[in-house]
């Protein structure tokens, strides 16, 4: 059964899909049934440019494992990032 479950959230950066470097704009978060990834759900993460047309997207699927892990390095990642550089992005 298809959860359903899609979470958005406005980004700033860029993608790199099969025609080179995009700017993003948002991200999708979605728990459901991958499109490709041998699992029977996946947290996926779609990249998009919706200004730019279909093609301005970076697609990502993995498990609920990976993502946690995902999670943890990102944040130990930005973390570290802040304290040697001594910024305060938050």
């Known amino acids: 059964m298809c959860t359903m479950i899609v979470e958005k959230a406005a ?4 993608g790199r899909g099969p025609k ?5 704009k948002e991200a999708n978060v979605s728990f ?7 699992l029977d759900h996946a947290l996926n993460i779609d ?5 730019l047309g279909l093609d ?3 697609a990502v ?6 993502a946690r892990r995902l999670i943890v390095a ?8 802040e ?8």
């Open 47 to 51: 990249f998009v440019n919706h200004e």
């Open 32 to 38: 459901d049934h991958p499109q490709n990834a041998q």
């Open 56 to 58: 301005k997207r970076v």
């Open 74 to 81: 990102i944040e130990e990642a930005l973390r570290r990032g």
């Open 11 to 14: 980004v700033t950066g860029s």
């Open 83 to 90: 304290e040697e550089e001594g910024l305060d992005t938050r």
């Open 61 to 66: 699927e993995m498990s609920a494992d990976s």
């Open 20 to 24: 080179g470097w995009f700017e993003l």
